[in-house]
């Protein structure tokens, strides 16, 4: 087995530099777009179904401007665009057809209507998702260059760090699609109307989805480590971590649950609010 020389950064005399530029500025006019589409519906809600793709695309931009597709570069940029486009799909299923959701609802009134939320959602909701989704990103951009010279397999194929990231992939994955299912099974039943869902996946974590958020970009990251720029790369993850357990996901969507459910503090006490472990009887 031998050390994998370094490769060059260009493609087809394309820089890293132009093509991450590029990329955003494929993101950035997606995003824009989407909030003028936003405004003529009045409905910044959009944005939340367009997240999953919005993480994706850029990884198809990288593959599409590159000659040299390396099974790592097109394993990844596979696997991201499941992952998104399940997502995206599943969100517009759920969310089309049901109004604002009541975040949006809320900023727009503190805004003062409709005129002033115009360009307060372009900048604080529109742009700043696509800044947060292009730096989430990162590791199925970067992670399409080069091969790292201090790890030990053969040029092109995967090794032990890729094969375990798959893994957690495919975990977190499995988490966010049975949760999503079983909880939109839940709610179909008219007898568990008004009910909370503890049952399945929801038995042994609070936040099925969110974990599996973390678990499929943990994973996407550790496949990118692999690459030359893979470490550049690590807080990624993190800032989606952070966002799905202290802002927007978990802690956000409790404080709403709580005042919905009587039981719900029951429910915490019984139920791993972030990573899942065996139902406590």
């Not at 996407?220 to 690590?234: D, K, P, R």
Request: net charge positive.
């Amino acid at each position: 087995m031998r050390i994998n020389k370094r490769k060059n950064i260009s493609e087809g005399g394309t820089s890293f530099l132009q093509i991450i530029l590029v990329n955003f500025g494929i993101s950035l006019t997606a995003f824009v777009a989407l909030w003028a589409i936003s405004v003529k519906i009045k409905n910044a809600s959009i944005v939340d179904i367009f997240w999953g793709p919005a993480c994706a695309l850029p990884a198809a931009t990288t593959w599409l401007q590159t000659e040299s597709h390396s099974l790592r570069a097109t394993l990844m940029t596979t696997l991201v665009l499941i992952w998104g486009l399940r997502l995206g799909l599943y969100l517009g299923i759920r969310n089309v057809g049901h109004g604002e959701d009541f975040r949006y609802v809320r900023m727009r009134e503190k805004a003062g209507g409709d005129g002033p939320f115009v360009m307060r959602s372009l900048t604080h909701v529109f742009v700043l998702q696509c800044c947060i989704s292009f730096f989430v990103s990162l590791p199925v951009q970067i992670g399409q260059f080069g091969f790292s010279e201090w790890l030990l397999f053969p040029e092109g194929e995967l090794g032990i760090i890729a094969y375990l990231g798959i893994t957690i992939f495919v975990i977190g994955l499995l988490f966010e699609a049975v949760g999503d299912h079983q909880l939109r099974q839940f709610k179909k039943n008219p007898e568990n109307k008004g009910k909370l869902m503890d049952r399945g996946l929801w038995s042994w974590t609070r936040h099925p989805n969110y974990f599996g958020d973390a678990a499929v970009w943990t994973g996407l990251t550790l496949v990118a480590l692999e690459s030359q720029w893979g470490f550049l790369t690590i807080l990624s993850p993190l800032l989606m971590i952070h966002f799905l357990y202290n802002l927007s996901g978990k802690a956000l969507l409790e404080r709403s649950m709580s005042r919905r459910y009587p039981d719900y503090e029951d429910y915490r006490r019984r139920v791993s609010g972030f990573l899942p472990r065996p139902p406590a009887r």
